[in-house]
């Protein structure tokens, strides 16, 4: 599975890149995970042996790896992030379809 990374699918931005220790980042501008951290809304990593992408819809988050069809959901808790359930592959919309998708699928 190969994820998108020229073009945030959650609100169109191009996506930057820039390299931590050997890892390669796309991510988008705009802030999406709570934390005090700044984290973006859609990021992709890959070191070479596995691709991640994680989508933040808050109060939730969804990692998809690119070697496995399943995604796993998680919501903010206290102050830190609970895994609610791992699931089929849920596709990347737009950040409003994803929440509108998560929230009738985990209501919280």
């Not at 609610?84 to 592959?89: G, L, M, N, Q």
């Not at 737009?94 to 509108?100: G, W």
Request: charged share 20%.
């Amino acid at each position: 599975m190969k994820f998108q990374t020229h073009e945030c699918p959650l609100c169109g931005e191009v996506l930057r890149f820039g390299k931590i220790a050997g890892v390669s980042m796309y991510y988008c501008r705009n802030v999406g995970a709570p934390g005090g951290n700044n984290k973006s809304h859609y990021e992709v990593e890959t070191d070479g042996k596995e691709t991640i992408q994680h989508l933040y819809a808050f109060p939730y988050a969804i990692d998809n790896y690119a070697s496995q069809g399943r995604s796993r959901v998680y919501s903010w808790v206290g102050s830190k992030w609970k895994l609610i359930r791992e699931v089929p592959r849920i596709q990347a919309k737009t950040q409003d379809e994803l929440l509108a998708h998560l929230q009738s699928t985990f209501p919280l």
